[in-house]
């Protein structure tokens, strides 16, 4: 299992700790991958894991660029054609530096 892999399995469960529940992770389209699908009541979260060892750099919460949230509503607007959801949605991103978590929700 490789470091973004740990990451996604750590937020995983840190969201099921809160209350989520687990629905899909790592769907994949041409044009953009969802980290973890998660619902919480009646919204459907769309989740984006970054994981960074080292802190330095800016950290694991700005390593989400404009060019990524393009892709991953792109992908959400996909899902949820596809599934034939019409529910509330949000985008959450969990920034996982070392042992450090945070999750923001709505994040974009």
């Known amino acids: 299992m490789n470091?973004?892999?740990?990451?996604?399995?750590?937020?995983?469960?840190?969201?099921?700790?809160?209350?989520?529940?687990?629905?899909?992770?790592?769907v994949r389209f041409p044009f953009g991958e969802l980290?973890?699908?998660?619902?919480?009541?009646?919204?459907?979260?769309?989740?984006?894991?970054?994981?960074?060892?080292?802190?330095?750099?800016?950290?694991?919460?700005?390593a989400v660029s404009a060019k990524q949230v393009q892709r991953i509503r792109k992908a959400t607007a996909h899902y949820l054609q596809l599934k034939r959801i019409q529910a509330p949605c949000r985008f959450d991103v969990v920034a996982i530096d070392g042992s450090h978590i945070q999750w923001i929700k709505g994040a974009f």
Do not use: C, I
Not at 3 to 26: I, M, S, W
Not at 47 to 57: A, D, H, I, L, Q
């Open 35 to 62: 980290d973890l699908v998660m619902r919480q009541q009646k919204h459907w979260v769309f989740v984006e894991v970054k994981y960074r060892s080292n802190p330095n750099f800016g950290g694991a919460v700005n």
């Open 3 to 26: 470091r973004g892999q740990q990451g996604e399995l750590q937020a995983k469960q840190y969201l099921e700790q809160q209350g989520l529940t687990f629905v899909e992770q790592n």
